[in-house]
């Protein structure tokens, strides 16, 4: 079973404008992890952001975190057409030993 | 350091056949993921492991899909007979307790 939900299934936005993207998962965490996966390759690590933290940076990277309302947000700012790719949130159950579970995934395409 | 290695990377099948895949994590990860990802979708986890230890196999399909971990280290996972359903990308990933997990390139498996 999938235990997140991300919306918007798809986005399409122009090279230079900025990409949100939403999570929202069931059971308690201990962390939360976005990934991206570009076409017919493996995922690759983005952000891990803990069960007590709010906001995280990395680079054009913005992600929060409110677990009162069990979701999540990936913000990418002045996206760029390398950007295209699918993205992912994972959570890491509390409780759970470390199983990590997938969301159903955002694509996002950054035209030029 | 080294990733993680997965072969093959593509395997065509006829549907009643068997066939098996290969991973080998980044070397001092104790836990190791096998993940279906079904075209279009998000990988949904199929068994986890802890050293040679099994945490969670509740969505394998266990008449069909058999996986192991031998001295906690490499891993196999097999399907025997094959469905057509089983078309898939098979990924393999490894991690260190409470860390983001390293993907490999994922095994492409089509089945005729």
């Known amino acids: 079973s999938q235990q997140g939900e991300e919306d918007p299934q798809a986005l399409s936005i122009q090279e230079g404008e900025n990409a949100t993207m939403n999570c929202s998962y069931k059971t308690s965490i201990n962390n939360l992890q976005w990934y991206r996966q570009n076409s017919g390759r493996g995922l690759v690590h983005l952000i891990l952001?803990?069960?007590?933290?709010r906001e995280k940076h990395s680079g054009r990277l913005r992600v929060t975190l409110d677990t009162s309302k069990k979701s999540s947000s990936l913000l990418i700012t002045a996206s760029r057409a390398a950007d295209t790719a699918s993205y992912f949130c994972a959570t890491d159950e509390a409780g759970g030993g470390n199983k990590l579970t997938f969301g159903t995934g955002t694509q996002l395409k950054v035209e030029l | 350091e080294a990733g993680v290695a997965q072969s093959p990377r593509y395997k065509i099948i006829e549907k009643r056949q068997s066939v098996a895949f290969w991973c080998n994590p980044i070397s001092g990860h104790a836990t190791l993921y096998w993940y279906q990802q079904i075209l279009g979708q998000g990988p949904k986890l199929l068994i986890q492991f802890q050293n040679n230890g099994v945490v969670d196999d509740s969505q394998l399909p266990k008449d069909r899909f058999s996986a192991e971990r031998l001295k906690g280290v490499d891993s196999t996972l097999k399907i025997q007979p094959a469905k057509l359903e089983d078309s898939a990308v098979y990924l393999c990933?490894?991690?260190?307790?409470?860390?983001?997990?390293?993907f490999g390139q994922g095994t492409r498996l089509t089945v005729v």
């Open positions: 990933a490894s991690s260190l307790p409470r860390q983001w997990a390293f």
């Open positions: 952001i803990r069960s007590n933290e």
